[in-house]
């Protein structure tokens, strides 16, 4: 069965994401070293992301948020007004951060358009998400953009009836084994992992043994050639 619809990711897939998170984090942790050490504040930062989530979603705003909370734990009543001050203002910086295509990226994207209809599926908050894109220059390429709340199997299925294809039409390709893979595979899809370095905790996932649709590629580029040995 030919493939009809290739689905991307965009964060950490097209371009840098969670490289700012990490650096966003360093001078968290450096703001709340009188408090706890960088180890433990990470700790009460998961906890508190992994609690967020179902209530904030994905994105730099729920991230801020998750991190004053965790502060107010890690610190209580001793938190100083002016760390405050500078949580907020990284979050700030987060959100203006400029957009650092990965390697291939630009080259990959027309091949792909070339073989079948592009849709960006992406989380996160709609009005950052929707900025990035358009500062990445990348809007033309995508003949549809899918900004959701979570990646789940019936995020997916509700995708590939818009667009008109059966399951078994369609690719997804991502770096989150959790959001981008495993969904997509239990939906009926294709599913591709581009590997990124850094992983956010909360999307890493074991890898599915030996399944027929699923292929781990070494970059982006590679998607084209992989596409085209399916069907």
């Known amino acids: 069965m030919p493939i009809r619809l ?3 990711d965009a964060d950490d897939t097209l371009w840098h994401n969670e490289t700012w998170f990490r ?3 360093a001078s968290i942790a450096e703001l709340l070293a009188p408090f706890a050490d960088a180890r433990e504040v990470q700790r009460r930062l998961d906890a508190v992301e992994h609690r967020n989530v179902p209530a904030y979603g994905y994105g730099v705003k ?3 948020l998750s991190v004053l909370e965790a502060a107010g734990e890690i610190a209580g009543d001793d938190l100083p007004p002016a760390t405050v001050r500078r949580i907020l203002e990284l979050g700030r910086e987060m959100l203006a951060h400029p957009i650092e295509l990965l390697p291939g990226v630009e080259e990959a994207l027309p091949q792909l358009a070339d073989r079948a209809p592009l849709v960006l599926v992406t989380k ?3 009005h950052h998400q929707e900025a990035k894109l358009a500062a990445s220059g990348l809007g033309e390429a995508f003949a549809g953009v899918e900004i959701v709340s979570d ?3 019936e995020t997916y299925a509700a995708i590939f009836g818009r667009y008109g294809v059966e399951p078994g ?3 997804m390709a991502g770096n989150s084994m959790r959001s981008d893979v495993l969904p997509a595979l239990e939906a009926g899809a294709w599913a591709a992992l581009v590997p990124f370095e850094l992983v956010w905790a909360h999307e890493a996932a074991e890898a599915p043994q030996d399944h027929p649709r699923y292929r781990e590629l070494a970059n982006f580029a590679e998607l084209p050639e992989w596409i085209d040995t399916i069907g």
Do not use: Y
């Open 6 to 8: 290739i689905c991307l």
């Open 23 to 25: 650096r966003c984090f």
């Open 62 to 64: 729920g991230f801020i």
């Open 124 to 126: 996160g908050d709609l």
């Open 151 to 153: 990646k789940k199997p």
């Open 169 to 171: 039409e369609a690719v």
